[in-house]
């Protein structure tokens, strides 16, 4: 059974960083479309950073090279770094797990994804 655990999130200042984690309950990761999402209160959830059965790393628009999003295929964790963080960038931080599609996952959207976790809070403070 697929299950993913986020931990990392927390109250910085504007311009600090923190790294998420998202431990997975298996060796999985590389056989599926992982992701980063996040929801703002009073916003819909939207995508951060994901990485492909290939390894192939995507980001948002705003992310602005700020995010990385890695994995530790060892350790069944996959990680997002974020640097310069911003006020608006305070939201719910969610893992989320998808079979690929075809053995690609370009076709897949954010409601593809099935496999949630429970979400991390990250604050930022201006």
């Known amino acids: 059974q697929v299950q993913l655990v986020e931990s990392g999130g927390g109250s910085v200042q504007a311009g600090g960083s923190l790294r998420l984690s998202c431990a997975a309950s298996?060796?999985?990761?590389?056989?599926?479309?992982m992701g980063w999402f996040r929801q703002a209160p009073g916003k819909e959830r939207e995508g951060v950073a994901r990485?492909?059965?290939?390894?192939?790393?995507t980001y948002a628009d705003f992310v602005q090279g700020r995010f990385t999003i890695s994995q530790d295929s060892a350790k069944n964790i996959l990680s997002l770094q974020m640097n310069s963080l911003k006020p608006e960038d305070t939201a719910v931080y969610y893992c989320?797990?998808?079979?690929?599609?075809?053995?690609?996952?370009?076709?897949?959207?954010?409601?593809?994804?099935?496999?949630w976790g429970q979400g991390t809070q990250v604050t930022v403070s201006s």
């Open positions: 990485r492909d059965v290939y390894g192939t790393r």
């Open positions: 989320a797990a998808a079979r690929p599609r075809g053995g690609y996952c370009y076709s897949i959207g954010p409601g593809d994804f099935t496999y």
């Open positions: 298996g060796d999985f990761m590389n056989r599926y479309c």
